[in-house]
């Protein structure tokens, strides 16, 4: 059984800092691209970020490059999400989520876990 657990969300001031943690299990982390996504209420899905674990190629997304980092360890099947400089518009709930090893735009995860809520004040 898949399971991915995030964890890390809360709420902070805009400008503020945040790093979210997403535990997998269930299927083989380094045959996979792992990463996030966003839903704001009223708004369509947004795929954040991946990273792919087979050949190490990172995605962002325009709304969220030079202010958020994502990492993986295959050792802890762990991702991460370093979010920095973050401004009210982030404020969503933020899903981590698996994708096959050839995606290019995040868009149909296979998997995807329970969300975290990320509120950001203004």
Known sequence: EVQLQASGGGLVQ???SLRLSCAASGFAFEHYAVGWFRQAPGKEREGVSYVN?????IYYADSV???FTISSSS???TVYLQMNGLKPEDTA???CAVYMRTVVQPMDPLW?????QVTVSS
Request: glycine fraction near 28%; charged fraction near 20%; hydrophobic fraction near 25%.
């Open 53 to 57: 674990n087979v050949d190490g190629t």
């Open 112 to 116: 995807w876990g329970q969300g975290t």
């Open 65 to 67: 490059k030079g202010r």
């Open 75 to 77: 050792a802890k099947n």
């Open 14 to 16: 805009a400008g503020g």
């Open 93 to 95: 709930v933020y899903y």
